[in-house]
């Protein structure tokens, strides 16, 4: 059984930064970062293999948001720049015992709490 805590989320202006940190209890394989508005589906955002060797984008976040993982520190990261008030969602860390770029919720087995993420305008 694997935990995960997210954290660094917060309140930033649009065109603002933010770094969001997962830290896992263990080693990892694969893991992945999504984010959940009300009333919608858990979105994928990004994607990052056991080495940090490859990773993976949604097309909406490419060239604004990096994925990054230090395994000595069992920590993945989401840096993330140029915010939009559109990015304001829960961020969630996730990670699977399968390996491979993993862009659908559900082949993720372990997730954190989720960590609040709001843009202003």
């Known amino acids: 059984q694997v935990q995960l805590v997210e954290s660094g989320g917060g309140l930033v202006q649009a065109g603002d930064s933010l770094r969001l940190s997962c830290a896992a209890s263990g080693r990892t394989s694969t893991m992945g970062w999504f984010r959940q508005v009300p009333g919608k589906e858990r979105e994928f955002i990004a994607t990052?293999?056991?080495?940090?060797?490859?990773?993976y984008y949604a097309d909406f976040v490419r060239g604004r948001f990096t994925i990054s993982r230090d395994n000595t520190k069992n920590t993945m990261y989401l840096q993330m720049n140029s915010l939009k008030p559109e990015d304001t969602a829960v961020y969630y860390c996730a990670t699977s015992t399968r390996g491979g770029l993993l862009t659908r919720a559900n082949r993720y087995e372990y997730w954190g709490q989720g960590t609040q993420v709001t843009v202003s305008s």
């Open positions: 990052i293999i056991g080495t940090g060797s490859s990773s």
